[in-house]
């Protein structure tokens, strides 16, 4: 193609990252692309520019594809060990409360349940059931209401 600007080469090696079904991945090589251009002085209008179409396609047998890398069982043993690549976030459970903040909760919860004496509506009743025996931690919005509960029933044991 006559009068296509020279694309730099690393260019090249950045497009096939475009087509990466992670969002993120694809984004930061459209931005890599672009800041490669911008130091070479083009833009993407150069780089469609340089694409050959109709007559001025070049085949590219030239090109040697090299086969995908063979990975025998201790290469995925050791994959699946790697630390995971900063786009990704981890997949490791994040806990709000401390253990010791989730035994108050349960403290409060069974006050509530020794603390009912027909005060309390049936759902909060089985609320209240549910959270005093199960073992996992209470989410924020449980605990606001756990919190609610709580303070009412105590309200009303100090001023009858």
């Known amino acids: 193609m006559i009068g296509a600007p020279t694309i730099p080469e690393k ?10 079904s992670v969002d993120g ?6 931005r890599a692309i672009g800041r ?3 130091t070479a002085g083009l833009d993407f209008h150069d780089l469609a520019r340089a694409i ?6 070049v ?5 040697v594809r090299r086969p995908a890398p063979k990975w025998d069982a201790a290469q995925w043993r050791s994959a699946s060990t790697r630390p995971a690549p900063e786009y990704r976030p ?4 994040t806990f709000v409360f401390t253990p010791t903040q989730s035994a108050i909760h349960r403290r409060m919860a069974l006050y509530c349940r020794n603390a009912d004496r027909g005060r309390l509506s049936d759902r909060e009743r089985a ?8 073992k996992r931690e209470l989410s924020v919005k449980q605990l606001d209401w756990l919190s609610t509960i709580t303070d009412r029933l105590d309200m009303q044991d100090r001023h009858p």
Do not use: M, Q, W
């Open 11 to 20: 260019v090249r090696r950045i497009v096939p990252s475009l087509g990466s």
């Open 25 to 30: 991945e694809a984004l930061g090589a459209c």
């Open 36 to 38: 490669t251009l911008g």
């Open 52 to 57: 050959p179409t109709g007559s001025d396609l």
């Open 59 to 63: 085949d590219n047998i030239h090109e």
């Open 90 to 93: 981890s997949r490791r459970k």
């Open 127 to 134: 609320f209240i059931a549910e959270i005093s025996t199960s």
